[in-house]
């Protein structure tokens, strides 16, 4: 069994920066992706950015040069550093680690940026 737990939301005017993190506990797997969804409100989740435990990230197109995902694979913990942040960034950030063909969410962590 695994265990997510986010940390580091909060509200921030646009333009400002945030840094999430996510701790996996309990069963974790060398070979396995870890990764940050968005949910905003009313609507579905959706992939924000993950990373490889050989530390290939990838992006969706809105967070491209305003986002940084890492790892720290002894740690078994991803962050997600958002700069440039604007209004539609807003909602419940989930981390998510998928290993052995099998998705296990967090709670989400909410990040709210004002106009």
């Known amino acids: 069994q695994v265990q997510l737990r986010e940390s580091g939301g909060g509200l921030v005017q646009a333009g400002g920066s945030l840094r999430l993190s996510c701790a996996a506990s309990?069963?974790?797997?060398?070979?396995?992706?870890m990764g940050w969804y968005h949910q905003a409100p009313g609507q579905s989740r959706v992939l924000v950015a993950r990373?490889?435990?050989?530390?290939?990230?990838t992006y969706t197109t809105s967070v491209k040069g305003r986002f940084t995902i890492s790892r720290d694979n002894a740690k078994n913990t991803v962050y997600l550093q958002m700069n440039s942040l604007k209004p539609e960034d807003t909602g419940v950030y989930i981390c998510?680690?998928?290993?052995?063909?099998?998705?296990?969410w967090g709670q989400g962590t909410q990040v709210t940026v004002s106009s």
């Open positions: 998510n680690l998928y290993q052995e063909a099998r998705d296990n």
């Open positions: 309990g069963t974790i797997f060398s070979i396995n992706t």
């Open positions: 990373i490889c435990n050989n530390g290939f990230p």
